[in-house]
């Protein structure tokens, strides 16, 4: 089993900036990717930046520019998003997702954290 962790959310004024890390942990062998999406009220949950095992990084276009996805260098476990300028539409439950090979085998399997809230205040 793989537990995901996320920190770092909070209320912000626009313009400001917030950064977010999620850690796993549990039974790894490698992890092939992890994304942070994000779900409004009353809206779907939508992919805002992922980092691939290789370093292929996506962004949605409402955050290029103003969004930093990275890994720590020493962990391939821990991602970060570095959150800046800010808006009151960045507001939303933010979530932690990655693709894990749990062993040697390629299996892939996808585990979700419990989500940490971002609140931006015009």
């Known amino acids: 089993q793989v537990q995901l962790v996320e920190s770092g959310g909070g209320l912000v004024q626009a313009g400001g900036s917030l950064r977010l890390s999620c850690a796993a942990s549990?039974?790894?062998?490698?992890?092939?990717?992890m994304d942070w999406y994000r779900q409004a009220p009353g809206k779907q949950r939508e992919l805002v930046a992922g980092?691939?095992?290789?370093?292929?990084?996506?962004y949605a276009d409402s955050v290029k520019g103003r969004f930093t996805i990275s890994r720590d260098s020493a962990k391939n476990t821990v991602v970060y998003l570095q959150m800046n300028t800010l808006k009151p539409e960045d507001t939303a439950v933010y979530y932690c997702?990655?693709?894990?090979?749990?062993?040697?085998?390629?299996?892939?399997?996808?585990?979700w954290g419990q989500g940490t809230q971002v609140t931006v205040s015009s």
């Open positions: 997702n990655a693709r894990v090979q749990p062993t040697a085998v390629p299996n892939e399997y996808s585990y």
């Open positions: 549990g039974t790894i062998f490698r992890v092939n990717a």
């Open positions: 980092i691939a095992s290789g370093g292929n990084i996506n």
